[in-house]
């Protein structure tokens, strides 16, 4: 019984979702259809991908800003090359260079010391503008059927973007729990001088958090540019932002030290459904903007509530039993 | 490390306080010389112009910084206010318009405070939020569409009325970064958000009271934010609820710029205003040169970092074992 309720606890804001989309299923009509199902998964995907990477960062307790900016760059570049050189090489080097945008903005926040806020914000500055320079503010696009399959494709009727998903979600769920890199990302986000006294190199797990965030980007890069056949610099403003919010949706705390790869690429999948079933009732686009923020503020404050209730049970228990747990 | 003292000394002053004073020194004299045609009164009086949205408003965030927190939707109470301005002029004339703005950006500005106390939502996500849905109320306001309002010439006076050859938006700012550094230094509500910055704990156990406080810096954000947007209006005469993209951050980089800490505590609005007027002379010197605006995002994010880490590796090491 402890064990349900824990789990209840610990899910809430997932199960709130979830409800949600039980509820649109059971009343739209065209929700229910597969297609669409499909195709929330692959909007998700590219939402999700972009998320597991970015829940290594706010895991330690950081935070990437510069992830729409970087998108926008790295599907340029990728479409550049692409165009230079027809090779799938390309996209090696697309996720190469995520893996060291990030990398970068890891060092900036690990060795330099500057907060992470403000070392992305200066990234994102600078990507994007590097986006524009590169391609003098024109689209680029690129329409060769193997890359076009990328972001479009399916693999026995579900799109390849979900499934690619699925297995990177896998990996980095191991890599966060069952190594010594990832044990490290958590110890740090839970506390950086107990990690440092302990002996854990912190600014290599932090350097290898955000070098993950920038190799999720590169990835949802790819998917990204092949789903619309075109990059330009323009794309994907305020990326960032529906990143975070999926990762934070699915329970990983602001202020680092947990999280779960699974719950943000859940959260990512409802995220996208409840939009979609807005479409779909047509909802004017304005007021999804509201419904959006007030689903989130709902989310957000679940938890916190959640909070200040257990602290008022706890002070009415009175104070010989000590209470544990809770951070 | 031959010479401690020295070293000690110097990398005070530079890395202290007073660095955003460095910065601007070395900045300025080096577009002085690359670009002469940034010294004429004119182009000196563009700058400051310039220097007046991300100022005014960096100034009001420099309240939500000090706390230890953000506000991300002063970008789209902004732009909300720009709205509530365009649309009243014509029916109920100007200086109610404008009110009903300020009005309307207190409000907003409570709210996110409300929300961030009584929910105790952080003020990352919270912000975010309320930012969404700022602006889809702008947008449903405005059915989505742009209104002008060329018509209505007096409403240019907040941005070319001239008081002994001084810009208004200019005197403006001014007037906002004097009335906030008294509320900062010479107020107990400067001192309370300084306590609840730098401890919110030990605050509210020395009956600070840190609710009230963290919604008074919201409306300052927000109230700072709708002047803003007074002047935005005044200067083109139209409004869209969908500007106001990167105003937020815009004034965020400022304040940072200027040497408030992010960790909450210590505010500096004199930088805060000193790095906007730093901002504006690196945007009007690029564009003098002839670089376009990609350039200018460019450098202003190099700046950011540059800035930065000089202060991380100028910082001496005792000091920094203190700060940890």
Do not use: W
């Given at each position: 019984m402890k064990k349900i309720t824990n789990y209840l606890r610990e899910h809430t804001i997932l199960l709130t979702l979830l409800l949600m989309l039980l509820l649109l299923f059971v009343t739209t009509g065209r929700f229910r259809s597969l297609d669409n199902f499909l195709s929330i998964l692959q909007e998700a995907s590219f939402?999700?991908?972009?998320?597991?990477?970015?829940?290594?960062?706010?895991?330690?307790?950081?935070?990437?800003?510069?992830?729409?900016?970087?998108?926008?760059?790295?599907?340029?570049?990728?479409?550049?090359?692409?165009?230079?050189?027809?090779?799938?090489?390309?996209?090696?080097?697309?996720?190469?260079?995520?893996?060291?945008?990030?990398?970068?903005?890891?060092?900036?926040?690990?060795?330099?010391?500057?907060?992470?806020?403000?070392?992305?914000?200066?990234a994102f500055y600078v990507f994007r503008a590097l986006a524009y320079i590169i391609t003098g503010g024109n689209p680029v696009s690129y329409s060769a059927p193997w890359f076009i399959w990328l972001g479009?494709?399916?693999?026995?009727?579900?799109?390849?973007?979900?499934?690619?998903?699925?297995?990177?979600?896998?990996?980095?769920?191991?890599?966060?729990?069952?190594?010594?890199?990832?044990?490290?990302?958590?110890?740090?986000?839970?506390?950086?001088?107990?990690?440092?006294?302990?002996?854990?190199?912190?600014?290599?797990a932090v350097i290898f958090a955000f070098m993950m965030a920038g190799l999720g980007v590169a990835v949802s890069s790819v998917l990204v540019s092949s789903r619309l056949w075109s990059a330009n610099p323009r794309m994907m403003d305020g990326y960032e932002f529906k990143v975070i919010t999926a990762v934070v949706l699915g329970g990983t705390a602001l202020e680092g030290g947990r999280g779960s790869i699974f719950n943000t690429v859940t959260a990512a999948v409802f995220y996208c459904g409840i939009s979609n079933a807005m479409t779909l009732y047509r909802i004017d686009s304005y007021v999804i903007n509201i419904i959006t923020g007030m689903i989130l503020l709902l989310a957000f404050s679940l938890n916190p509530i959640m909070q200040i209730m257990e602290e008022r049970k706890n002070k009415a228990e009175a104070g010989n039993v000590k209470a544990g747990g809770g951070r | 490390?031959?010479?401690?003292?020295?070293?000690?000394?110097?990398?005070?002053?530079?890395?202290?306080?007073?660095?955003?004073?460095?910065?601007?020194?070395?900045?300025?004299?080096?577009?002085?010389?690359?670009?002469?045609?940034?010294?004429?009164?004119?182009?000196?009086?563009?700058?400051?112009?310039?220097?007046?949205?991300?100022?005014?408003?960096?100034?009001?965030?420099?309240?939500?910084?000090?706390?230890?927190?953000?506000?991300?939707?002063?970008?789209?109470?902004?732009?909300?206010?720009?709205?509530?301005?365009?649309?009243?002029?014509?029916?109920?004339?100007?200086?109610?318009?404008?009110?009903?703005?300020?009005?309307?950006?207190?409000?907003?500005?409570?709210?996110?405070?409300?929300?961030?106390?009584?929910?105790?939502i952080q003020t990352f996500v919270a912000t975010l939020a309320t930012q969404v849905i700022i602006k889809g109320l702008g947008l449903i306001y405005t059915g989505g569409l742009s209104i002008s309002v060329f018509g209505y010439t007096r409403m240019k006076v907040f941005s070319n009325a001239q008081i002994l050859g001084i810009p208004l938006p200019v005197i403006l700012t001014a007037a906002v970064f004097l009335v906030c550094q008294f509320l900062y230094s010479q107020c107990k509500f400067g001192v309370y958000l300084r306590a609840s910055g730098s401890n919110r704990k030990a605050a509210e156990l020395s009956a600070v009271p840190v609710e009230k406080v963290t919604i008074c810096a919201f409306v300052m954000t927000a109230v700072t934010?709708?002047?803003?947007?007074?002047?935005?209006?005044?200067?083109?005469?139209?409004?869209?609820?969908?500007?106001?993209?990167?105003?937020?951050?815009?004034?965020?980089?400022?304040?940072?710029?200027?040497?408030?800490?992010?960790?909450?505590g210590s505010g500096f609005l004199g930088g805060t205003v000193i790095a906007a007027v730093l901002i504006s002379i690196i945007e009007n010197g690029l564009i003098l040169l002839g670089y376009s605006d990609d350039i200018q995002r460019l450098v202003i994010g190099l700046i950011l970092i540059a800035s930065l880490t000089v202060k991380t590796f100028m910082t001496p090491l005792a000091e920094k074992e203190v700060a940890e």
């Open positions: 939402i999700g991908i972009a998320g597991i990477g970015m829940t290594f960062c706010i895991i330690t307790g950081g935070l990437d800003l510069s992830s729409g900016s970087m998108i926008a760059l790295l599907a340029v570049i990728n479409m550049l090359i692409l165009n230079a050189t027809n090779s799938f090489l390309a996209v090696l080097a697309v996720l190469l260079l995520g893996a060291a945008l990030g990398a970068f903005n890891g060092v900036l926040v690990a060795k330099v010391r500057i907060p992470a806020f403000i070392a992305t914000l200066a479009n494709g399916k693999v026995l009727g579900i799109p390849f973007s979900f499934l690619l998903m699925l297995v990177l979600a896998f990996l980095a769920h191991l890599l966060l729990r069952r190594t010594r890199i990832g044990r490290t990302v958590i110890a740090v986000g839970n506390s950086p001088e107990a990690s440092r006294i302990s002996g854990l190199n912190n600014d290599r | 490390m031959k010479n401690k003292i020295n070293v000690y000394t110097v990398s005070r002053f530079v890395t202290g306080k007073y660095f955003i004073f460095v910065l601007f020194a070395v900045v300025s004299a080096f577009f002085a010389m690359l670009a002469p045609a940034l010294c004429t009164p004119d182009s000196l009086r563009n700058v400051l112009v310039s220097a007046a949205l991300t100022a005014i408003s960096g100034c009001g965030m420099t309240f939500a910084i000090t706390l230890g927190g953000f506000d991300l939707s002063a970008g789209s109470i902004m732009a909300l206010s720009t709205c509530v301005i365009a649309s009243m002029i014509p029916e109920a004339g100007i200086p109610l318009a404008i009110l009903s703005a300020f009005a309307v950006s207190v409000l907003a500005g409570v709210i996110n405070g409300l929300i961030i106390t009584k929910l105790r934010a709708c002047m803003s947007g007074v002047i935005t209006v005044s200067q083109v005469l139209t409004a869209n609820a969908s500007t106001g993209g990167s105003f937020a951050l815009n004034a965020i980089t400022v304040v940072v710029l200027g040497g408030t800490s992010l960790s909450g």
